[in-house]
């Protein structure tokens, strides 16, 4: 029994030694700001998509903004694929502001995805429709993560805190609350 147990621990060991160690995780560089990941990935990626939809009212009449050209059927399929892969970007520990908005970024994969379907099928109409759920995803995700920040900053700027009130004021006031408290 003895040289059992001593054998498979024996083998154990073995084992042990022979696998290879778990590979070190992978190494993310999110140093870049969020501004300038919008800035520099996302929004090109969204407006190279965009510019291919819908149409644009002009003199002569109405203009599909539908590209006419293999190279404008790729730029737009081309902007779309960045916004899916910016997606995954978004969700890296670094990037990631948490669960919703990382529901927000898969979103954004979705969206993106389908709106590439429809450019490579040269599918206007459908490009218009997915471009407009694109859109619908920045637009919730904005509202929730960029507007109350840039919100906050204009208010502050455009409303700097009022001065306090001079001693002898703020002392009268005290003097007025303590008479008027319990009436």
């Not at 003199?59 to 899916?84: I, L, Q």
């Not at 670094?94 to 919703?100: I, L, T, V």
């Not at 459908?126 to 109350?148: E, I, S």
């Amino acid at each position: 029994m003895k040289r059992s147990v001593l054998a498979l621990a024996s083998l154990a060991v073995l084992l042990a030694a022979c696998s290879k160690p778990a590979p070190p995780p992978p190494k993310f560089d999110t140093s870049l700001d969020m501004k300038e990941l919008m800035g520099h990935l996302v929004d090109p990626g969204s407006w190279a998509f965009w510019r291919a939809t819908g149409t644009v009212e002009t003199a002569e009449g109405e203009k599909s903004n539908a590209p006419t050209t293999e190279e404008g059927w790729e730029a737009a399929e081309s902007g779309a694929t960045e916004v899916m892969q910016a997606g995954n970007i978004l969700q890296l520990p670094g990037n990631s502001r948490g669960p919703e908005f990382d529901a927000f970024a898969q979103d954004l994969i979705v969206k993106a995805k389908a709106a590439r379907e429809a450019a490579e099928a040269k599918d206007s109409k459908r490009m218009f429709d997915t471009g407009a759920a694109l859109y619908q995803v920045c637009v919730a995700c904005h509202a929730k993560y960029v507007m109350p920040a840039y919100i906050a900053a204009r208010d502050k700027a455009k409303y700097p805190p009022l001065p306090d009130w001079p001693a002898d004021v703020k002392a009268a006031q005290s003097k007025f609350n303590a008479t008027t408290a319990g009436k």
